[in-house]
């Protein structure tokens, strides 16, 4: 079967031919190193790629700064790339993106990216944070911040919610400090039954794109298989909110060779080292 969904060709560089498209959710996504367009898009817009490509124009056509990708490990890589390529200088120690929206599969399994480019320490560490009440090398702690509905933290009162009402939306969990002026990274994740799936939703006020997105995000993706799994359904996508993605300067040699290996990794379709 031919995949709908076509790489683009001419670029379209104007508001003019812009307003002439047959633009309609869902008709782009983006690849690493292309964006594409669904088979009703009316024209194709023109080669792009991360590292050089008309952002204004994308921002413009979107909205915002969406990455929606088939794994958890190419929405990392790129939303290392994109903060790279488009953040701005905060303070003379990171570059900042902001308003970004990700989309990734609640399955998680057998990311090849992550399972070669993640740090296996910080995932360990970030699963104490969300799901352990003790220490941890990061410092704090969410497992106890967590109130549900009904104020539990342990999804508890979220699953009997949902099993009551499959069209709640009030099945969320906030993330609230004690008051001494730290708020916790992420801060809300609504959890949503539609179309017989569960869909799982969060804001974070800030993530460390290179170093914590990716295992912040197994952890949701953890809460939302654990959720789905007790009421019977499948579990679909975790859409992501971050109102401040960031990179700090003193990763950025780490970041680029990342970015260069997982950038072979991804146009030869194999790990480095393996033929």
């Known amino acids: 079967m031919t995949d709908p969904w076509l790489p683009a060709g001419e670029l379209v560089r104007t ?12 008709s782009l996504k983006f690849g690493y190193n292309e964006i594409y367009i669904g ?7 023109g080669p792009a790629c991360f590292m050089g490509f008309d952002h204004s124009l ?15 490990g190419e929405t990392w890589m790129n939303l ?6 488009h953040g701005t200088s905060v303070g003379g120690e990171s570059l900042e993106l902001l308003g970004v929206q990700v989309v990734f599969p609640a399955g998680t399994e057998g990311d090849e990216l992550i399972r070669q480019f993640g740090d296996g320490r910080m995932i360990a560490e970030m699963e104490r944070v969300f799901f352990a ?12 911040l967590m109130r549900g509905p009904g104020g539990r933290h342990d999804l508890e009162d979220i699953i009997s919610l949902l099993c009551a009402e499959p069209a709640s939306k009030r099945a969320v969990l906030t993330l609230c400090g004690h008051g001494e002026g730290k708020v916790p990274c992420i801060n809300v994740i609504q959890f949503l039954v539609r179309a017989g799936a ?28 654990r959720v789905a799994e007790r009421l019977g359904l499948p579990s679909d996508t975790v859409l992501g909110f971050i109102g401040s993605s960031h990179v700090y300067d003193e990763d950025r040699a780490a970041i680029d060779d990342f970015l260069a290996r997982g950038n072979r990794f991804l146009r030869n379709g194999k790990l480095e080292g393996v033929h």
């Open 80 to 85: 290392v790339q994109m903060t790279v390529q």
């Open 198 to 225: 569960l869909r799982t939703i969060y804001f974070a006020r800030g993530q460390d794109a290179f170093k914590k997105f990716y295992a912040d995000a197994l952890c949701l993706a953890k809460m939302a298989r």
């Open 39 to 45: 088979p009703k898009a009316k024209r194709l817009l």
């Open 15 to 26: 508001r003019e031919s812009i307003s002439n498209l047959d633009f309609f959710s869902g």
């Open 133 to 144: 009440d003790g220490a941890n090398t990061l410092g704090h702690s969410y497992a106890n």
């Open 58 to 72: 994308t921002t413009m056509l979107t909205g915002v700064n969406d990455l929606k990708f088939g794994s958890l």
